[in-house]
């Protein structure tokens, strides 16, 4: 009954911007954090993004850090990765997380590719 659906992916070119967006049903949206995960290809899946549950802390990794910005609207159920100045390394498909102490849930990922 949970579900996390992502949506916004498709082809971009390096330098470029995309908004990716997670709507969650059937959960509390507010009581869990969020996080976006990437995985390139042959990779594991890598986190690169948190927020916390009421939108005002968050942390990125180096790589995309300045770059990409996580954000929510809870009153929406919706996570946002704005993803600015695209680098060929950002290739890959984009998962979000809801994150509690005793719960876990996974979107089905949505894929970004970079060409020239």
């Known amino acids: 009954q949970v579900r996390l659906v992502e949506s916004g992916g498709g082809l971009v070119q390096p330098g470029e911007s995309l908004t990716l967006s997670c709507v969650a049903s059937?959960?509390?949206?507010?009581?869990?954090?969020m996080q976006w995960y990437r995985q390139q290809p042959g990779k594991g899946r890598e986190l690169i993004a948190y927020?916390?549950?009421?939108?005002?802390?968050?942390n990125y990794i180096d790589s995309v850090r300045g770059r990409f910005t996580i954000s929510r609207d809870n009153a929406a159920n919706t996570l946002y990765l704005q993803m600015n100045n695209i680098r060929p390394e950002d290739a890959a498909v984009y998962y979000c997380?809801?994150?509690?102490?005793?719960?876990?849930?996974w979107g089905q990922g949505t894929q970004v590719t970079v060409s020239s």
């Open positions: 059937g959960l509390p949206f507010n009581r869990f954090a």
């Open positions: 927020i916390t549950t009421d939108g005002e802390d968050a």
């Open positions: 997380r809801a994150v509690r102490i005793t719960e876990t849930y």
